[in-house]
Nanobody, 126 residues
Framework: QVQLVESGGGLVQAGGSLRLSCAASGRAFSSYAMGWFRQAPGEEREFVTAINWSGGSAYYADSVKGRFTISRDNVKNTVYLQMDSLKPGDTAVYYC???????????????????WGQGTQVTVSS
């Protein structure tokens, strides 16, 4: 059973940066893709970015492209989300998720992911 634990959230001013981490345990980390999603108050959970099993391929939502960077360390069993040039609209609870499907394309749908972390709050002040 895979378990995911996010960390690194917090309060930051607009224009600032944060790096989120998601530590995985319980299954060979390098065998599955990972994604980040976020959910703002009163909104649906939305796709942010995903990375394939090796780290060689990533996909971003248009809203974060050029500002956020996903990466992974398969030795440390951790996926990261570097968030730069943060905006108040980035305020949300951020979740990491694992996709065991070995798909040809990185999934953006919530229901493609098999395991979720508990989330970490990111608040960007103006």
């Amino acid at each position: 059973q895979v378990q995911l634990v996010e960390s690194g959230g917090g309060l930051v001013q607009a224009g600032g940066s944060l790096r989120l981490s998601c530590a995985a345990s319980g299954r060979a980390f390098s065998s599955y893709a990972m994604g980040w999603f976020r959910q703002a108050p009163g909104e649906e959970r939305e796709f942010v970015t995903a990375i394939n099993w090796s780290g060689g391929s990533a996909y971003y939502a248009d809203s974060v492209k050029g500002r956020f960077t996903i990466s992974r360390d398969n030795v440390k069993n951790t996926v990261y989300l570097q968030m730069d040039s943060l905006k108040p609209g980035d305020t949300a609870v951020y979740y990491c998720a694992a996709d065991f499907g070995r798909r040809s394309r990185l999934p953006t749908r919530l229901d493609a992911y098999d395991v979720w972390g508990q989330g970490t709050q990111v608040t960007v002040s103006s």
